[in-house]
Every structure is written in C-alpha cells, then in structure tokens.
C-alpha cells in the first residue's frame, strides 16, 4: 500500500489521477479520476458500444500520449515505476480523446540503480506479456515496452491481441502480424483506416516500424519509452520518410520484425 501512496502523489497529464484506494483482505479497490469514454479497449474494439470512431489522427494522438505517460513513469518519476500490466484497457480517454494510462494495481517501485525486480508470481494480461516473463519472474521497463508494442499494434489493425476467430487458439495479434507481413504489409492495417485516406500507408507503415523495435523478443534491443517518444517526434517531423518514398515489406526473423524498404514502382519509373 506504500505504493499506492507514491502513485496517488503523481501528477502527469497521461496519468489517470488516483483518488483512492482500500484493501480488504487481497481485495483492492482503485479509484479515478472519471474519464468520459472509458477505455481504449472499448473505443477501438466495441465500437457500437462506445459510438466514437476513431480516425488515424486520433489514434496517433492515443499512441503518443499512452507512450508519454509510460515514459514519465519509466524515466521521471522517483522512484521509477513499472507499471506491469500495460493494455488497451488500461489506457482511458477523457473528453478531448488523450490518453490517460490507468490501473497501478500491479505497479512496482523501482531504484534507478535497479534493472529489473524480482516478483513472486506471473504479471500481465495474456496477448500482452512479454515471452521472457514466462521463463523469469524478472519484471523490467523493457516488459512494459513490449505491451505498450502490443497497444500500438492493436491501433494500427484495429484488432484485439487475442481473437481464436482471427488467430486460431494458439496465436495471438503479434503471431498474426508475423504471419502477414511475409505477404501484403498494408494487409496488416485496419481497412477503416486506408478506406478513409488511402495515402496514410508510409505513414502507418513508419508506426509499424515503431511497433516492431517494441516487439522485439530480446528485451536489450527493445527501445526505451524515451527513445519511442524520439521516433514518433522524427516520423512527424518527416525525417523517416524519404521523399522518393519506398513502400514497405515487414517481416518477422529471429524474434523481431525485420522491415526491408522496396522502391515503388512509380518512383523506379520517374528515374527512367
């Protein structure tokens, strides 16, 4: 409960605000600040229910400020915290549709001079653990970097990380990823979003590749949250995206996705 003490002191505009908390035996109850379309897991994967579409835009903003609040808990609060249990309905949207992230309930202190914290049982939600959590009860940032990839993943396609119906009982989001980016890459995104704008695909494909570095299956090449925070600032200012622009085939080899860069056919033309 000293945690939840720390936490409730921490003010960021991507944090949901706790208010309160009690314990009752190992019942604990949490208690936020109310946000007023509920969680990004609604939004995105009930969307009758929640009655709001979400566009590219939106979604990106959803990306970055998720991103911007998992990196103030990595990297500016002291003492650091992870949070664990990272997932879309974890983060919440208030009125203006800016991610909040919520639900410390399995958040974990940790020194600056630690790298990871030993934990007595398995955390997480399943389609957004890490694979190493299931050979280590060792929890690190790197863990929470890996189902923050899994977030983005699911904003980019547009669907949940566990569907038997979609991926069969033994996949997942991140396997059905793998499986279609040896194929057509644009196949992999949400039709909502190229129906809507079809010139958006190098730059869904640039956020992809932002997924894929968190996806990693060796935690030391996953990036930090600070470094995600850096790409999604480069792939705005344009400086990943060349101007004779290449159009994308992502795979996924030894444990991560290996983008590889194919020029477009009309581009081989201009130079002719």
């Not at 995105?44 to 998992?70: D, Q, S, Y």
């Not at 980019?156 to 009982?169: M, Q, V």
């Not at 925070?229 to 990943?240: L, N, V, Y």
Request: charged share 25%; net charge neutral; aromatic share 6%.
């Amino acid at each position: 409960m000293a945690e939840m003490e720390t936490i409730g002191k921490i003010k960021h505009r991507n944090l949901v605000p706790l208010l309160g908390y009690c314990k009752v035996g190992e019942e604990r109850l949490l208690v936020y600040e109310y946000m007023k379309y509920g969680s990004l897991e609604d939004v995105l994967h009930n969307r009758k229910k929640a009655n709001v579409k979400l566009n590219w835009t939106a979604r990106r903003k959803i990306a970055i400020g998720a991103a911007r609040g998992l990196a103030f808990l990595h990297h500016s609060c002291i003492p650091h915290i992870i949070h664990r249990d990272m997932k879309c309905s974890n983060v919440l949207l208030d009125e203006n549709l800016e991610a909040r992230v919520s639900d410390f309930g399995m958040a974990r202190l940790m020194s600056a001079m630690d790298t990871h914290l030993s934990v007595s049982t398995l955390a997480g939600t399943p389609g957004y653990v890490p694979p190493e959590y299931y050979q280590s009860f060792r929890c690190t940032t790197k863990g929470d970097v890996y189902s923050y990839g899994v977030v983005l993943l699911e904003l980019l396609t547009g669907k949940p990380p566990i569907d038997s119906t979609d991926f069969g009982e033994n996949n997942n989001l991140v396997g059905w990823a793998r499986q279609h980016s040896k194929l057509r890459i644009s196949d992999v995104f949400d039709p909502v979003l190229l129906k809507d704008d079809p010139g958006l695909e190098l730059e869904l494909l640039e956020h992809l590749k932002v997924a894929c570095a968190c996806l990693d299956d060796r935690p030391a090449r996953r990036p930090t949250m600070l470094r995600v925070m850096a790409m999604f600032k480069e792939i705005q200012s344009g400086s990943t995206v060349s101007s004779r622009i290449s159009r994308a085939a992502a795979s996924l080899s030894d444990g991560a996705f290996a983008v590889v860069d194919m020029s477009l056919k009309e581009g081989n033309e201009d130079r002719d």
